[in-house]
């Protein structure tokens, strides 16, 4: 019994399933290839202000360089050594970030890049962003240092030494995903070097991994590194606080491995989340806003409590990795809007928005041919800084999707509405539906053909809201629409389907 007691107050303490962000902030934003530099000030001018809770941020460790094609985005996730040192930034810059962020409020994740090195075909030679010497074929990286010891190689068992068929849990572990040289987490010494590495970004202050290619490792082996770690910096953190962890697990269904055998770890992304809500709001497959009732774990997702979702990231926004081509991004900016809206009006799970950058999205027989373009960047493959317009948008091709109008103010009604339940939920039995977050806040979207109206209960006190969606509270008015709940807590609500923005949302900071 009390062993059973010990091992249950272990289990309890050990895994680290929340983000360690500042009370009252609650979602996440992927600054997919931003510099060091610009994400400090994003925190600073703008993440800050505006609630957001953290950044996850790109690899930033030091990777193999590809000229064919010209600096894809991709390269970043072929490390071949664990120096701070990327297109990003270098660790200095990293620092100034972690320390700047930090000091706002605004939490860094990082991008752990831990079941690989570069391709096998990756050559020999310096074209690295530090300039580290590196010999795939010979498997040899003296910057980190490993050596062919290092790898599975041996224990592989496919003709290729790729993973062939992903029906086979040992392939998928032990042989190298896309002939990326697949590390041999069982060795304590790679073990050791890689919780090294996580140390490294510890102490500096970042408060989580998300753990890239997850269910390429064992679970056992994540475990073996993630139990190394120290705990977060205590400049910033509590003593004994662990790092936040999600680890990249792919589970649509159908393939032997499941994100459920990573729950010990700690959270998993929810891919099903953003397919489903793509399929749901494009009205593909028959489906209706009104089942999104039960959304959640009634859609056979992964426990709230273990799931880190989004609409779009950057391997599915362009048609990589998987979830297909229900998945909604800025490309398809009104229906795009809606899912962010939904998704953080919904209490379900850790929240991530995604924050891109354009590319010349090319489609030739529905395949991107272009979906390997890297950031936006200059001759010389430095990447260009993020400038901002006098309308607060982003230049130089940078979507910032986290500016626009309505998903920041979403991810205020989140934080307004954080641990109040999912109530009156209305729907019209298609695709018109409303919920409320108790007394605090309420949404209602229209994706019918045809518009909406109707009296409904928010549950909010009675006064007049701003809504959040075509303006915002200024000044002690509405900059556009406002809503007036009654003394009862019913509302009239108007939505023409033509709008560019056909959802309303309303909350307690919103009130006049
Ligand atoms: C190609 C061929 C191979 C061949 C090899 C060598 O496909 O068969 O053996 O050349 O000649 C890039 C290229 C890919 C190339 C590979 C090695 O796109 O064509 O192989 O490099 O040179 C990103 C990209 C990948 C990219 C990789 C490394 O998405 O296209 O590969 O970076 O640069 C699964 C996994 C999941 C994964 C997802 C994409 O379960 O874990 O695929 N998602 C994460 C990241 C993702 C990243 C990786 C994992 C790898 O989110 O961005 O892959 O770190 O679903
Ligand atoms: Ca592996």
Same mark, same amino acid.
């Given at each position: 019994m009390q062993v059973l007691l010990l091992l249950v107050a272990v289990g309890l303490c050990w $895994? +680290? @399933?929340? %983000? !360690?962000? &500042?009370?009252?902030r609650t979602s996440l934003v992927h600054l997919f290839e931003w510099r060091w530099a610009d994400i400090a000030l994003e925190c600073e001018r703008y993440l800050a202000p505006n609630g957001f809770g953290g950044v996850q941020v790109s690899p930033p460790n030091e990777n193999i360089v590809v000229t064919? %094609?010209?600096?894809?985005?991709?390269?970043? @996730? +072929? %490390?071949?050594? @664990?120096?701070?040192?990327t297109r990003s930034g270098n660790e200095d810059e990293f620092r100034d970030m972690v320390t700047r962020c930090n000091n706002v409020g605004v939490r860094i994740y990082v991008d752990a890049v831990v079941n690989h090195m570069c391709? #096998? #075909? $990756?050559?020999?030679?310096?074209?690295s962003t530090c300039g580290s010497y590196f010999n795939a074929g010979n498997r040899d990286f003296p910057a980190v240092p490993y050596s062919g010891w290092d790898f599975n190689d041996g224990k592989c068992q496919t003709a290729s030494g790729d993973i062939e068929n992903y029906g086979d849990i040992y392939q998928v572990r032990d042989c190298r995903l896309v002939s990326l040289l697949d590390l041999a987490l069982e060795k304590d010494y790679v073990r050791s070097t890689v919780a090294a590495y996580m140390n490294h970004l510890i102490d500096i202050g970042v408060a989580g991994f998300r753990i890239d290619a997850a269910k390429h490792m064992w679970p056992g082996d994540i475990r073996a590194f993630l139990d190394k770690l120290n705990d977060l910096n205590t400049q910033w953190f509590s003593a004994g606080t662990k790092p936040f962890i999600y680890q990249e697990v792919i589970d649509l269904g159908g393939e032997p491995i499941t994100g459920s055998e990573y729950f010990g770890n700690g959270r998993v992304t929810e891919f099903k989340y953003g397919a489903k809500l793509g399929t749901v709001i494009r009205k593909w !497959? $028959?489906?209706?806003? #009104? @089942?999104?009732?039960?959304w959640g774990e009634g859609w056979?997702?992964?426990p709230s409590d273990r799931a880190l979702v989004f609409v779009d990231n950057h391997d599915n926004q362009r048609g990589h990795g998987a979830g297909g081509s229900s998945i909604l991004t800025f490309w398809d900016a009104r229906l795009y809007k809606m899912a962010v809206g939904f998704m953080l009006a919904h209490p379900y799970g850790v929240t991530r928005v995604m924050s891109s950058f354009r590319w010349p999205r090319y489609f030739v027989d529905g395949q991107? &041919? !272009?979906?390997w373009v890297g950031p936006p960047s200059n001759d010389d493959g430095s990447i260009k800084p993020v400038t901002i317009n006098e309308d607060t948008t982003c230049g130089n091709d940078w979507v910032c999707e986290h500016r626009w109008r309505q998903i920041r103010n979403m991810v205020i009604f989140r934080n307004v509405v954080d641990g109040e339940p999912f109530s009156n939920w209305w729907d019209n039995g298609s695709n018109q539906v409303a919920f409320g977050r108790g007394n605090k806040g309420f949404i209602i979207f229209n994706n019918d053909d045809w518009s909406l109206n109707v009296t409904l209960q928010t549950g909010l006190p009675a006064g007049t809201y701003c809504d959040v969606i075509s303006g915002q509270k200024e000044d002690g008015s509405c900059t556009a629409a406002e809503v007036r709940v009654a003394a009862d807590g019913m509302a009239s609500f108007l939505i023409s389907n033509k709008d560019e923005d056909a959802f309303i949302a309303i909350h307690a900071d919103a009130k006049l």
């Open positions: $895994g +680290q @399933y929340t %983000p !360690n962000t &500042v009370p009252g064919n %094609p010209n600096r894809p985005w991709w390269e970043r @996730y +072929q %490390p071949v050594s @664990y120096r701070i040192c391709s #096998a #075909a $990756g050559g020999t030679g310096t074209h !497959n $028959g489906e209706k806003m #009104a @089942y999104l009732k039960n056979g997702f992964v991107d &041919v !272009n979906d």
